[in-house]
């Protein structure tokens, strides 16, 4: 008997169904392998990621994935009230996610010191100290502030509860001095907020530089406007010319460090220089890293 094979006839249509059920066999066998490859992956990694989760304030973040810590840090500040301009004006988050996070989820008990209380701001004073509140509960916080009415004005409001105060000008070197000795200085971190002369930015890390542990960071905000009239040559200091430019001095700083040179005695444990717009942070070298100097 010889079957009809032509298209439309019942042995073409029986053949057409048979290959289109092994193919769906084939397809269904490659998806239940991909699913398995995908489920077994996404455990491994989430078994990984569990194993790396770290805590700042009530947030966690993937140690390593500054992505995630950056919008960790962008969440928290715009969470409080008045928003701090550090992520609005500017975008600061980028440089404390990738670094201030990571150094505080492993040295929750950091001292920590900011210069610039807000007190000239539009929305006031405190913003960033209740952000650092959140971000940093078992740090030592410390906040200095040129003007002395405003911190006692804020005490009195309960915004520095729990917070360590330093008043003057960070431009006179035997106020610094004082601030090392009221505070015992050894800081894991410092913020420079303060005022924006050049040679207020520049006395200050000078100063406060060798009072960075190691290992520790030092930021340094609002650099966009270091060729401002209004915010240079205008002061100086016994260690600051008036012509001093602080984004020149840091750009020959990052020059030595690129060419393994020295800048000089007082910066040679500096470890990195790392910029944003209109900001920067300088890295200490480790305990370790400075034997090797």
């Given at each position: ?8 006839s ?12 092994g ?19 996404s ?12 805590r ?16 960790v ?17 500017h975008h ?17 008990n ?16 405190g ?12 740090a ?7 003007d002395?009415?405003?911190v006692k ?42 005022g ?14 060798p ?6 960071l030092?930021?340094i ?8 009239r ?6 100086s ?33 500096v ?15 480790t ?6 100097l």
């Open positions: 008997m010889v079957l009809e094979q032509s298209p439309g019942w042995y073409w249509n029986c053949r057409k169904a048979a290959g289109l059920l193919l769906s066999f084939f397809v269904g066998l490659q998806l239940i392998f991909f699913q398995f490859q995908l489920f077994g992956n455990a491994t990694t989430q078994d990984r990621d569990k194993n790396n989760v770290e700042v304030g009530d947030k966690e973040f993937v140690r390593g994935d500054n992505a995630n810590a950056e919008k840090f962008l969440r928290a500040a715009l969470s409080e009230k008045p928003v701090t301009d550090k992520v609005t004006d600061y988050e980028i440089m404390y996610g990738q670094f201030l996070m990571p150094l505080y989820a492993s040295k929750p950091m001292k920590f010191l900011e210069i610039g209380l807000g007190c000239d701001m539009y929305y006031g004073p913003a960033s100290v209740a952000l650092w509140k959140k971000l940093l509960p078992l030592e916080l410390w906040e200095a502030e040129f002395g009415e405003c004005k804020s005490n009195a409001e309960g915004k520095l509860e729990g917070i360590n105060t330093l008043t003057g000008d960070q431009m006179n070197v035997d106020t610094l001095d004082e601030w090392i000795e009221k505070s015992g200085g050894g800081f894991d971190v410092i913020i420079d907020d303060g924006h002369q050049q040679c207020q930015i520049w006395t200050s890390l000078q100063k406060l530089w009072e960075v542990k190691p290992g520790g030092y930021f905000e609002d650099l966009q406007v270091s060729r401002h209004a915010y240079s040559g205008q002061v200091s016994p260690l600051c010319d008036i012509s001093t430019n602080v984004v020149d001095k840091l750009q020959e700083m990052m020059n030595a460090i690129l060419h393994r040179a020295v800048y000089n005695d007082l910066f040679k444990d470890k990195f220089i790392f910029c944003q717009r209109d900001a920067c942070v300088l890295g200490k070298k305990a370790e890293e400075r034997q090797s």
